[in-house]
């Protein structure tokens, strides 16, 4: 039997002016050497796979993947989940992972796969999910995230090859739409409030990685409190078709309605020249 391919790599190459990328020195500014650290920890432990690193859905990431960096560094020198989670969604701001792959519970990018792809020259290694440049080296523009191989259709085309291809191209298109979704909840109705929103926020500015992680964190917090899914859609869409920047839970008083509580007195005037009388004295 032949010798089964092997995927992760043994060593990676590291260039001689890698403190010079400028992604590289944002990094370092903003979080330092245990930054800098945090990352090359998840590099190690993606080209240990091959080249990504793959978790069920972005929660699970969350989840799992600051403790293994933890446990890797040492809890001496870091013990804080939230911190080790920041400097990864900074990683994917600063583009030094891929952001809507993060946010599928996928840690790649394109400067990732080129030196993979520059140490597996020789090897045979199926090269198709998750892709993000081509042979070349080139990024993909417009391309679905999983390739869709002629096995995963399911058609015979020798038999009917019209229909096949029919059949085929409206897979693909599924494929598109599906693999293109970005999942941040498990309801789906949630899921695609909460996309609208963000598409509402980004015609204007873009939403970094760790502003998203805190408005799901909002909802959550609903939920928690027992909210139900129609409730946080209804939340989601009151924000996004008043342009608001957070969430605010609907039975909150509003400001016009605070001033309703509040009754005016209405003074006599008898009450009048009482008062009149004293500022009078006092005087």
């Known amino acids: 039997m032949a010798?089964?391919?092997?995927?992760?790599?043994?060593?990676f190459p590291k260039d001689v002016d890698y403190y010079e990328d400028f992604k590289i020195m944002d990094l370092m500014n903003?979080?330092?050497?245990?930054?800098?650290?945090?990352?090359?920890?998840?590099?190690?432990?993606i080209y240990r796979e091959g080249y990504f690193l793959e978790f069920k859905n972005f929660e699970q990431l969350k989840k799992n993947l600051p403790v293994k960096i933890i446990k890797t560094i040492g809890n001496r020198w870091i013990n804080k989940k939230d911190f080790v989670l920041q400097v990864i969604l900074s990683c994917a701001d600063i583009g030094l992972f891929?952001?809507?792959l993060l946010m599928q519970g996928v840690v790649t990018s394109?400067?990732?796969?080129?030196?993979?792809?520059?140490v597996t020259v020789r090897n045979k290694v199926q090269k198709e999910k998750y892709r993000l440049i081509d042979e070349n080296g080139q990024p993909l523009l417009n391309e679905p995230i999983k390739g869709v191989s002629?096995?995963?259709?399911n058609v015979n085309i020798t038999e009917n090859r019209d229909s096949a291809t029919d059949m085929q191209q409206k897979k693909i298109k599924e494929n598109k739409s599906k693999e293109n979704k970005t999942v941040y909840?498990?309801?789906?109705?949630?899921?695609?409030?909460f996309a609208a929103y963000l598409a509402m926020r980004e015609r204007s500015t873009p939403v970094p990685g760790s502003k998203i992680v805190n408005l799901i964190e909002q909802l959550n917090t609903f939920k928690d409190k027992g909210c139900?899914?129609?409730d946080l859609v209804e939340i989601v869409k009151e924000a996004t078709s008043k342009g608001w920047m957070n969430f605010y839970k609907s039975d909150k008083k509003k400001p016009e309605q605070s001033k309703a509580?509040?009754?005016?007195r209405n003074y006599s005037k008898d009450d009048m020249e009482s008062l009149e009388r004293k500022l009078l004295t006092r005087r």
Do not use: C, W
């Not at 394109?110 to 792809?117: A, F, K, P, S, T």
């Not at 002629?150 to 259709?153: I, P």
């Open 3 to 11: 010798r089964p391919i092997k995927k992760g790599l043994s060593y």
């Open 30 to 45: 903003e979080y330092g050497p245990l930054g800098q650290t945090i990352y090359d920890v998840v590099i190690s432990m």
């Open 98 to 100: 891929d952001y809507d």
């Open 110 to 118: 394109v400067g990732v796969q080129r030196r993979y792809d520059t």
């Open 150 to 153: 002629a096995t995963e259709t």
């Open 185 to 193: 909840f498990d309801s789906e109705k949630v899921n695609d409030a």
């Open 228 to 230: 139900s899914d129609d």
């Open 261 to 264: 509580n509040f009754t005016e």
